[in-house]
């Protein structure tokens, strides 16, 4: 079993950085590839970026690259999202996932998730 609290997320203007923080419980985090995912209200939810279980790839949305940094420290069992340049269309919840043993894009293929935390860019 894998707990999942998203931190770091607020207001912010178009333009502007946040870093969400994503902790994980337990000492398999380095066993479970990470995603960020994020859910606008009245869409569905959508891949934001992954990392493998070390850390040695990474892969975004074409929406978020050059722009979205993901990565983790597991010696802290914390997977972090660097977002730069923030858009008002990046307001959403975001949520971070684990999945044991590899990386991907698909949500359903995730294990665990998060309670999200609310990220919204003003105008």
């Known amino acids: 079993q894998v707990q999942l609290v998203e931190s770091g997320g607020g207001l912010v203007q178009a333009g502007g950085s946040l870093r969400l923080s994503c902790a994980a419980s337990?000492?398999?985090?380095?066993?479970?590839?990470m995603g960020w995912f994020r859910q606008a209200p009245g869409k569905e939810r959508e891949f934001v970026a992954t990392?493998?279980?070390?850390?040695?790839?990474?892969d975004y949305a074409d929406s978020v690259k050059g722009r979205f940094t993901i990565s983790r420290d597991n010696a802290k069992n914390t997977v972090y999202l660097q977002m730069n340049s923030l858009k008002p269309e990046d307001t959403a919840v975001y949520y971070c996932?684990?999945?044991?043993?590899?990386?991907?894009?698909?949500?359903?293929?995730?294990?665990?998730w998060g309670q999200g935390t609310q990220v919204t860019v003003s105008s």
């Open positions: 990392i493998s279980l070390g850390g040695g790839s990474r």
């Open positions: 337990g000492r398999t985090f380095s066993s479970y590839g």
């Open positions: 996932a684990a999945r044991l043993h590899v990386a991907g894009k698909v949500a359903t293929a995730y294990d665990y």
